[in-house]
């Protein structure tokens, strides 16, 4: 089944969607940014000086969020909420660090990456203290279920930052293979974070897994958006930001679908670009060309659309609630983002 494309960015429940997560998570919020910080000191001066040069650079903390507003939804937190959204959060700055040096990236949230500042070394090490901070925040939760889903959701992350590198620059890496790779990446992280979260809110086996079904569709959804953005959302329009994935030979689904129809001569641009850290505007401007000549962004952007219509159905299955209709809106709101 392949649904048609909207259009337009889809406003109606999109339209201050983040803000109003961030509104009604403020309060727990702020003790996570607690917890963070206290959980990033160390006495070897360089692991609080770069963990905190990450963690100020911004980034919406969108993941801790949902594990907050998914506890919300139960009605039954009982402080293990902001330990769990705190472990989330360091798991994700963790994978963060890895993925700069693995990828060699100079840039992250617009600022140089931390490798770049202190070495791959160090980043590296520090990615591994905070990932060791958020099993001690498990652990001090006292709840072996959810240490169980965050561990695991820990390994496979790292499974897919594997896989993923094998197939760097493999022009027959399928979609499945892609698909493979977000769900590990991206996707199972969104997943645990609100699955733990409903755990911590006093939900049941069957509301924590609808609540993790949701969050491993927004995780879809959020990767595939992303990866439509780097080539400058429906519209294909050149931007600062775009072709970073190109340069890191990143093999995502517009790449991928763009390679199934392009002929000899347009598979050879491709991979050309690919892995090409001197790729320059024309030979991105001329890959471009050739995805929107095959439909590329728009069918990856309809997987998109099919992973939020997959969170909608999820939600739809919970008590109709304040918090059910924000978690529906920042599935929207992730999928407006490519407009």
């Known amino acids: 089944m392949v649904l048609t494309a909207t259009k337009t960015a889809p406003a109606d429940n999109s339209q201050g969607a983040l803000d109003k997560l961030v509104s009604a998570t403020n309060d727990s919020m702020q003790k996570v940014n607690d917890l963070i910080i206290s959980r990033a000191d160390s006495h070897v001066e360089i692991v609080p000086e770069l963990a905190r040069y990450l963690i100020d650079a911004g980034g919406k903390r969108l993941r801790p969020m949902l594990t907050l507003a998914a506890a919300a939804m139960f009605g039954g937190a009982n402080g293990n909420e902001i330990r769990f959204a705190g472990a989330v959060e360091f798991m994700h700055n963790a994978t963060l660090l890895h993925d700069d040096v693995v990828d060699e990236s100079d840039m992250r949230r617009g600022k140089p990456a931390a490798r770049k500042v202190w070495g791959n070394q160090a980043s590296v090490l520090v990615g591994d203290f905070l990932l060791g901070q958020a099993f001690l ?13 965050l561990s695991r959701a820990a390994a496979v992350i790292a499974e897919g930052e594997v896989f993923q590198l094998s197939k ?3 022009l027959n890496t399928s979609a499945d293979d892609y698909f493979q790779v977000i769900r590990a990446k991206t996707a199972t992280l969104f997943e645990a974070a609100t699955e733990v979260g ?21 995780g879809r959804a959020f990767q595939l958006i992303d ?22 030979g990143k093999m995502t689904l517009p790449v991928i679908l763009a390679l199934q129809s392009a002929d000899d001569d347009e598979r050879a641009l491709i991979a050309q670009g690919l892995g090409n850290a001197d790729a320059d505007a024309d030979m991105l401007a001329g890959i471009i060309a050739i995805m ?11 997987e998109a659309e099919r992973a939020v219509a997959s969170a909608h159905a999820s939600l739809e299955q919970l008590p109709e609630s304040e918090m059910r209709a924000l978690l529906a809106g920042v599935a929207d709101f992730c999928l407006a983002r490519a407009y």
């Open 227 to 248: 990866d439509v953005l780097d080539y400058g959302g429906v519209a294909g329009t050149l931007g600062k930001n775009t072709g970073d994935d190109l340069r890191e």
């Open 137 to 149: 925040m498990m652990v001090e939760a006292n709840d072996i279920e959810a240490l169980g889903v």
């Open 168 to 170: 760097a620059k493999d």
């Open 292 to 302: 929107e000549k095959y439909g590329a962004l728009q069918q990856s952007l309809e």
């Open 198 to 218: 409903a755990m911590a809110g006093g939900a049941n086996a069957a509301e924590r897994r609808t609540l993790g079904d949701y969050g491993l569709a927004l």
